[in-house]
């Protein structure tokens, strides 16, 4: 379990992050969103350790992060730029670094995701394009097998076909092999197949905190006649609205009663869900 004690992270008179009480219990995989400038990286370089908290603690399993080796030696982080390192080192130095800093590294399967990514580990780092560093930095993250792995932005510049072989080796292993995941994206919808819970940051603060089915069940659209629809979402949590000619539509958060459903269906309201990217604008983009 990755654990979170009052933490909070300051840039001089900035604060990135306001005080944080998280537990994270293992074995699950997490979704952490947040707009740009939300606190996502400097949460996720602290929990690795990379980054001293201006106040507060992290601990994995009880065991403080910053400052002990031991601790960071089962905590993975990757970052949007991919993997870390001398331009001039090989892929295949790198990776025996990584193996000598993870205990659970496996190298078997480093050199087969290697493979299927196309990366010859006689290139140097400093060669490759932004695509195939971040297949690098994958391929490390993957291959560590550390109990808490965070890719932060790590598909930044790879294909569809090298995002799609990422997601589906991910679980695949994670199955095999459980541990923590934290997963932070722009691409809410392609990567939400992949949480079972979502942690969204806003403004340095965390907003919100729900399994990622419960949060889907939470959105709910209403479509019809605009006086109608005024009439019905009275008293209820608006995110957002649309209108088109005398048509509106009103996004919701909240899961209707069946009473709620009922009047819809009698005055001919259409009811539909709401995709979980656009949740997660409505409820951080300054609407009531």
Not at 18 to 45: E, F, Q, V
Not at 159 to 172: N, T, V, W, Y
Not at 268 to 277: D, I
């Amino acid at each position: 379990m990755i654990t979170t004690s009052a933490l909070q992270v300051r840039f001089g008179d900035t604060t990135a992050l306001h005080p944080l009480d998280l537990d994270l219990p293992a074995g699950r995989i997490y979704g952490l969103l947040g707009r740009n400038g939300a606190g996502k990286t400097t949460l996720m370089s602290t929990l690795a350790g990379f980054r001293r908290p201006s106040a507060g603690t992290v601990s994995l399993d009880g065991v403080p992060v910053f400052d002990n080796a031991r601790a960071t030696s089962r905590i993975c982080l990757i970052r949007d730029d991919g993997v870390l390192g001398d331009t001039t080192d090989t892929l295949r130095d790198i990776l025996s670094m990584a193996a000598m800093m993870r205990p659970g590294f496996d190298r078997a399967w480093a050199a087969d995701l290697m493979d299927r990514f196309a990366l010859p580990g006689k290139r140097w780092l400093r060669d490759l394009s932004r695509g195939q560093r971040s297949a690098f930095g994958v391929v490390v993250g993957l291959a560590s097998r550390a109990d808490l792995t965070m890719f932060d932005e790590a598909h930044l510049g790879m294909d569809a076909p090298g995002r799609q072989l990422f997601h589906e080796e991910l679980l695949r292993d994670y199955l095999e092999h459980p541990r923590t995941v934290i997963l932070s994206t722009h691409l809410i919808e392609e990567q939400s197949p992949l949480f079972e819970q979502v942690l969204i940051l806003h403004e340095g603060r965390l907003l919100l905190r729900e399994d990622v089915d419960e949060l889907r069940a939470r959105g709910v659209s209403v479509t019809g006649p605009q006086q109608v629809v005024d009439d019905f979402v009275f008293g209820l949590t608006v995110l957002g609205e649309r209108r088109l000619g005398p048509t509106k539509q009103v996004t919701l958060f909240g899961a209707l009663d069946e009473e709620h459903r009922q009047l819809a269906r009698r005055y001919g309201l259409e009811l539909g869900p709401v995709a979980l990217q656009e949740l997660f604008i409505h409820l951080t983009g300054g609407a009531a």
